[in-house]
């Protein structure tokens, strides 16, 4: 299916010094494109500057507000939500909006859509890779893919990152509401699903490079909720119960 439209979800917490340059950049891709941020009451106000871009731009960028920050997955779920059931998306992407995951990739996985259900701007196949990052976020990461890969059987080669482009009949065919994870083990949960049920997966390289502004927002305590995902997955896993197929072709 070609992405004639894309809803790019941006899901934020204190990101005022990123969200008005990413917001430009993407807006200024040659492409038709409208952003869906979802913003967990920033107390450094990044909800009211998205709140002025969607009020200039209604067509353009959608805010959701939420009272309290709580977790990047549900951040995920009411985007998803908001473009599938109201603004009726076929394609729909996630990223950070710290520039780790930059807009110059989304031609490239538009176009790697076509032919793939699920598309993840990844770091772990040939021409991909990490920049600017310090060596425990690195090892963080490697470690984390090749747990997922090994007790899960992911086959995909960035299990946890954030940069996806769905097609609408992936999202629809998982039941977001059962989805365990809140945090950003959510990704590694997502991934579990869509593999089971047969959608196929491509895999369009990216330099991620660290953020320059803002904090990261992984704690210790996601890092733990994480290793319990892993876990409780492959307890599934190991039950045997058999993938489920994709309920349509795309
Ligand atoms: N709405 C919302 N956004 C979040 C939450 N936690 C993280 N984010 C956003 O999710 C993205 C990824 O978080 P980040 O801290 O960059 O994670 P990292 O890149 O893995 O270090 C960023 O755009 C964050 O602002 C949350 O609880 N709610
Ligand atoms: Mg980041």
Redesign the pocket.
Known sequence: MICEKTYVI??????ADNIDDLLTQLLDLTMSLVVIV???KSPDGTGSIADRWASRMPDRVDVIH?PE????GT?YIAGFRKGLDELGANCLMTM???F?HHPRYIPAMTDMSERYDLVIGSRYVAGGGSRNCSWKRVALSKIANTVARTLLGLEARDTTA?FRLYHREVLKSIPLDQIFSSG?SFLVEMLFMCQRRGWRTGEVPIIFED?RRGK???SRQEVIKAQYTVLRLFLRRLRGIRPRQASASV
């Open positions: 941006v899901p934020t917490f204190n990101e979802v913003d967990h939420r920050k709580m977790g990047l951040a950070d909006a710290d780790s954030g950003y953020r990261t927002k992984i």
